[in-house]
């Protein structure tokens, strides 16, 4: 899509439809033609006179057979056939009409592995026995920085139950009614 005429040849007049840019401006789409740098050609291209930058639809360079490649400074178009080796490949996403929609979960890894587990109560409490009932906080602490030597390194849990730390927060003793 194109704000200048002067880049259209070919040009055919129709009764184009009405488009929004950027910052809630928008115009019409009243011409079409082809552009062309001697090298590439694309038909189609939309004229509407009041967009004030170029616009190139990366769906439509893949119709043409090219391929792309984004940086920070520059778009690269490149030569049909080029091929991107499989391990330089982070993410794909599927092209759904014109657009391209990246999925973030569906392109997980095969070789995930589970980083986090819990505990199980019984060796939780025992733990929790040896280490003169530390908080779940300071348990998590110890176990991570392998500060306690046979510690397992996971996720411990805090336990309300115990008597005598609730024994011991209390502040004094209850008084008994006359």
Not at 63 to 71: A, I, Q
Not at 72 to 93: A, F, Q, R, T
Request: hydrophobic share 35%.
């Amino acid at each position: 899509m194109t704000g200048d005429i002067s880049q259209l040849h070919d040009i055919q007049t129709f009764k184009g439809v009405y488009v929004s840019f950027a910052g809630g401006e928008g115009g019409k789409i009243t011409q079409k033609g082809t552009v062309s740098n001697g090298v590439l050609n694309f038909e189609n291209v939309n004229y509407a006179p009041e967009l004030k930058h170029r616009l190139l639809s990366v769906s439509h360079i893949y119709d043409k057979g090219y391929s792309t490649h984004f940086t920070d400074k520059e778009c690269l178009i490149l030569k049909p056939g080029v091929v991107i080796l499989e391990e330089w490949i982070l993410v794909k996403s599927k092209r759904d009409g014109n657009a391209y929609v990246i999925d973030m979960n569906s392109n997980i890894p095969n070789e995930v592995t589970c980083l986090f587990s819990k505990v199980s109560e019984q060796n939780a409490m025992l733990w929790y026995r040896r280490l003169s009932h530390a908080n779940a906080k300071n348990m998590i602490r110890l176990s991570k920085n392998e500060l306690v030597r046979g510690l397992p390194v996971r996720d411990f849990i805090t336990f309300e139950k115990c008597v005598s730390c609730a024994q011991g927060k209390h502040h004094r003793k209850p008084h008994l009614p006359k």
